[in-house]
């Protein structure tokens, strides 16, 4: 299977799980979904065998909400058995909405927004002062860039020139209150980060090739902390999710859930060919 | 009079482990002078972060340290500390469960003139609420030494809170006793306990003396472990006095007088005083200066004692 039909795969698991659950953050796991495939796929070095490996890449999904493409790639991969997702959102369950240290393969605990990168800057700092070959990624939402706690961490990643940090953005311009420019613009989001000494790629954020490419980049940047700038579409692979903030948590109704499932088995068989 | 700050015997304890216990960091935010680590700053630059003015930054960072098998202890001032990063203290060291420690300094109304900004009489109340997260408060350097010494071997999140100036010594060099989350009984007595913690403890002491020699038997409780608070002390203190007064270096709110009385309210009831800073910005001074303008001095404490007594 490629990456690409994963992808849709995934994202039916994930629409799965936020019908039957009736709760979730369809839209952002929809944009973010190809970023967490590339990198649990391809890019990190890390598996179900390897989550107390001092030598494991670590991850924090700092747009803790987007916890459904989480928990549905970690279930793929072995690090928890699928039918455990069955309890997601019930009463006492540990899979709750956003993610959560008690599951295997989750090293930090995220949901209230500006904390990923500085955890991150903390774990990768540790890996330089080791002398490890770790790398730590972080993923964090457009809408949460206006946290100040990002750019206390963003200053200090490059101040500590942590080379081992790789941070990616999911830009797909759409919060709770609707546009990201409108609420709290940030453009131009690149020149910031590069003012604040990172390395910046821009990438299609939606295409794992291009992602693949924007990773490889960033290990080889040397002395400075990278971060990928993903331009994504929120609720990517369902035509009616797709730019609308609506579905930052809107749960499918049935005729909804129905051809949302139709049209990502189609994209999926697609991709297959 | 003794000269040594508790937070430099923060400081002292931690050099001395720093050399074998290369997983050892201490994090500061521009605050290694006021922390007094700068002497761990210059003897162990490997094993030292700096983060600049940014509390936030500075204990997330110190998550992240610990995630990946570092032993941080993080020092800065308790005002800054316990209310700009709280919630990272809330989410990143407690409910990730980090093996961070938190040392702030300076708390309470150390800082005197420097006015509201400056003061921590609400840190009990912040890092106490979060679950997970135990709460210190050292009354000398003896005591210091040994809560240190405890909490290097130890693997949980924790916050102390050390004043700013050297305190008179509680204990006799040598004759310290302490056991973990345990109570310390500075002096037994019959008639009442006061509860105290932190720099209060002395006056505490001070004000069993006096009361002795007005033939009142006074039991002192160093309640350094505001929590988990020593229940089992609390409870014998109900059972065995008459009375309890819980004197704190912290606001009325949320301090170690509400944690006393939720004990004693449901195990054995007794009358109680709760003294503590007011539940406003506290008048500017020097320490002392302050403490005895709101009767938190033996005086003051003994005359409460008399009072419930009475």
């Known amino acids: ?120 800057v903390g774990m990768a700092l540790a890996g330089k002062m080791d002398g490890a070959s770790y790398r730590v990624y972080t993923v964090m939402g457009d809408g949460e860039l206006a946290e100040g706690s990002v750019w206390e961490g963003a200053m200090a990643a490059s101040h500590y020139k942590l080379d081992n940090l790789t941070a990616v953005v999911d830009r797909n311009r759409l919060q709770i209150s609707g546009s990201t420019e409108t609420v709290m613009h940030h453009e131009d989001l690149g020149k910031r980060f590069e003012s604040f000494g990172w390395h910046v790629i821009h990438a299609p954020g939606n295409d794992i090739e291009a992602l693949k490419k924007a990773f490889a980049e960033a290990k080889e940047t040397k002395e400075a902390p990278t971060m990928i700038i993903a331009d994504t579409v929120k609720g990517c692979g369902v035509s009616f999710m797709e730019n609308q903030a609506v579905w930052h948590h809107k749960v499918p109704s049935e005729a909804e859930y129905i051809q949302a499932k139709e049209e990502l088995k189609a994209k999926e068989a697609r991709a297959r060919e | 009079m003794n000269k040594i700050a508790n937070k430099q015997v923060i400081c002292d304890v931690l050099m001395e482990h720093a050399e074998k216990e290369k997983d050892l960091i201490v994090l500061c935010s521009d605050s290694r002078g006021s922390s007094s680590m700068t002497p761990f700053a210059d003897h162990f630059p490997e094993q030292f972060v700096e983060t600049g003015i940014a509390e936030q930054n500075l204990v997330s960072i110190a998550a992240g340290l610990a995630s990946c098998g570092k032993k941080p202890y993080v020092a800065s001032p308790a005002c800054f500390l316990s209310t700009r990063s709280m919630e990272q203290v809330k989410v990143d060291v407690a409910y990730s469960h980090t093996n961070v420690k938190l040392v702030g300094v300076s708390g309470g109304v150390s800082y005197g003139a420097l006015g509201m900004t400056h003061h921590s009489a609400q840190d009990i109340a912040t890092i106490g ?121 912290h606001g009325p709110i949320g301090g170690l007088a509400g944690m006393v009385s939720q004990i004693v309210t449901s195990h054995h009831p007794v009358k109680m005083a709760a003294m503590s800073l007011p539940d406003a910005p506290c008048i500017a001074g020097k320490s002392q200066e302050i403490f005895d303008y709101y009767g938190l001095n033996a005086e003051g404490i003994a005359k409460k004692a008399k009072e419930l007594l009475a």
């Not at chain 1, 790639?73 to 009463?91: N, R, V």
């Open chain 1, 1 to 120: 299977m490629n990456l690409v039909e994963k992808s849709y795969q995934i994202r039916q698991d994930v629409l799965d799980l936020v019908y039957n659950g009736k709760a979730g953050h369809i839209g952002g796991d929809y944009s973010v979904c190809d970023i967490l495939v590339t990198l649990y796929y391809h890019v990190m070095n890390m598996s179900p065998e390897k989550v107390k490996d001092p030598n494991r890449d670590r991850f924090i999904l700092s747009k803790g909400h987007s916890v459904e493409s989480l928990y549905c790639i970690l279930a793929d991969q072995g690090y928890f058995p699928k039918e455990d997702l069955k309890t997601y959102s019930q009463f006492g369950s540990k899979y709750i909405g956003h993610p959560n240290n008690k599951i295997n393969g989750i090293e930090m605990n995220s949901g209230s927004l500006g904390h990923g990168l500085p955890v991150a």
């Open chain 2, 129 to 249: 609420s979060i679950p997970g997260m135990r709460v210190y408060l050292p009354s000398d350097r003896h005591q210091t030494r040994a809560l240190m010494e405890a909490l290097l071997s130890d693997q949980e999140p924790a916050y102390i809170r050390t004043g700013r100036n050297a305190v008179e010594d509680v204990y006799e060099e040598g004759n310290v006793p302490f056991v973990m989350d345990q109570a310390t009984v500075v002096t037994e007595g019959t008639d009442v306990t006061l509860i105290a913690c932190g720099e209060m403890v002395l006056a505490a002491k001070q004000a069993a003396e006096e009361l002795s020699r007005e033939g009142i038997s006074a039991r002192v409780l160093d309640m350094y472990c505001v929590k988990p608070i020593d229940e089992a002390a609390v409870i014998r203190a109900a059972e065995e006095t008459k009375a309890i007064v819980t004197i704190e270096e």
